[in-house]
């Protein structure tokens, strides 16, 4: 297949995705994009960058690179007919072709950035995916004091777990005057109620997104489709969190970062956990495998009193499922899948995989409410 042809199959995929998932907005000014551009509408920049794309058109998230530059132009109100599209006017629906070539022919130079890094989809939804899978090492036995590992942080929206709250399937967990609220629509039994406390919780990122900084903040919020009001609400609600008290996220790539963080003296009776989502097909190869040989490494190393951890919620390649997967040491390490979420945390399938005891719990420091709601007739 050419990268013309692997080009349109992406743009293609992306465009039966936002509409399965409720972006018919976002699914016409990608497939405008696409349309424009086999047109010869898309300029020497935009359009040739686009259809000679070196790499992996879908795993780079090229439809979303670039689409989030127009929703850019619209948050910024500097299209009239742009904006008529995403407040879905008809006749600008209809015409949405010819309005896309006519904006990348006036504003090339401000879309071609949007093409030099993959999308900041940084999304507070997903820590409910965390929350379930430390809920689940928790009723399985290891001590219940967790350090966290992130990588991809991004804005490091993941990394305020601690300031939410859920519920997750009738389980409360997190303080119950919290600024902002999770509540996924839960699918399967609930997770195992076990508290627990965390001892740090630290990331990083290739190029982390400050959030007090408007502008990074508003790109930040660009790459969010239009459809989703509550995700933009959320967003909203994130960044004012992070601006009070910002997350400790630093400045690195993720191979290098998490082997200096393995490197680190370990406590007793704290479990070292490397968390990520949504980032695993932005790591090219070789950085994966150096990942992974690292956390075999220490895995190989750790004891009941300083368990390892691999939690992780990323897409499998093969049916575009997002997938809770969870790896622990000392033990074989195998992954087990806990359930699938919807990449925005709409949803959680969870598949109740049983909680056999296999640990003997060394701390028992509660300073995380978990309550289990109980509903009457």
Not at 156 to 180: E, K, M, Q, T
Not at 213 to 225: N, V
Request: glycine share 8%; with cysteine; proline share 7%.
């Amino acid at each position: 297949m050419s990268k013309e042809q692997k080009v349109r199959e992406a743009f293609a995929n992306q465009i039966e995705y936002c509409r399965a998932n409720g972006a018919p907005i976002t699914a016409r000014i990608v497939e405008a994009i696409i349309e424009a551009i086999n047109a010869g509408d898309g300029g020497d920049g935009v359009g040739r960058r686009v259809l000679d794309w070196n790499g992996d058109p879908l795993a780079d998230a090229l439809p979303l690179r670039i689409t989030g530059g127009f929703h850019a132009l619209h948050l910024g109100g500097q299209h009239d007919r742009l904006s008529a599209i995403y407040n879905g006017d008809e006749a600008a629906f209809a015409d949405a072709v010819q309005i896309i070539a006519d904006i990348i022919a006036s504003d090339e130079a401000a879309l071609l950035p949007w093409l030099d890094s993959p999308p900041q989809t940084n999304e507070a939804g997903r820590s409910s995916s965390y929350m379930a899978g430390l809920l689940w090492l928790t009723a399985r036995g290891l001590p219940p004091c967790y350090e966290l590992l992130e990588i991809g942080s991004s804005a490091g929206l993941n990394l305020l777990i601690d300031r939410y709250h859920y519920d997750l399937g009738g389980v409360s967990v997190g303080p119950d005057n919290a600024r902002l609220s999770f509540k996924p629509e839960w699918q399967g039994p609930p997770p195992p109620a076990a508290p627990f406390a965390f001892e740090s919780i630290r990331g990083c990122d290739i190029a982390p997104v400050d959030l007090a900084d408007p502008a990074q903040a508003r790109r930040l919020t660009a790459y969010i489709w239009p459809e989703h009001q509550v995700r933009i609400e959320r967003m909203d609600a994130a960044i004012a969190l992070v601006n009070e008290t910002p997350p400790r996220l630093e400045a690195s790539g993720a191979g290098d970062w998490i082997i200096r963080q393995l490197a680190k003296p370990q406590k007793e009776g704290v479990t070292r956990v490397l968390m990520h989502s949504i980032v695993w097909q932005y790591i090219d190869r070789e950085e994966q495998e150096h990942i992974t040989q690292a956390m075999e490494a220490a895995g190989a190393k750790a004891t009941a009193e300083r368990p390892l951890v691999w939690l992780s919620l990323e897409a499998n390649r093969e049916n575009y499922r997002h997938e809770l997967v969870i790896r622990h040491w000392p033990g074989d390490g195998q992954p087990v899948k806990l359930g699938e979420a919807h990449a925005h945390g709409a949803w959680v399938k969870w598949l109740g995989v049983p909680t056999r005891q296999s640990y003997q719990p060394i701390v028992y420091i509660i300073l995380f409410r978990i309550t289990r709601q109980v509903q009457t007739p």
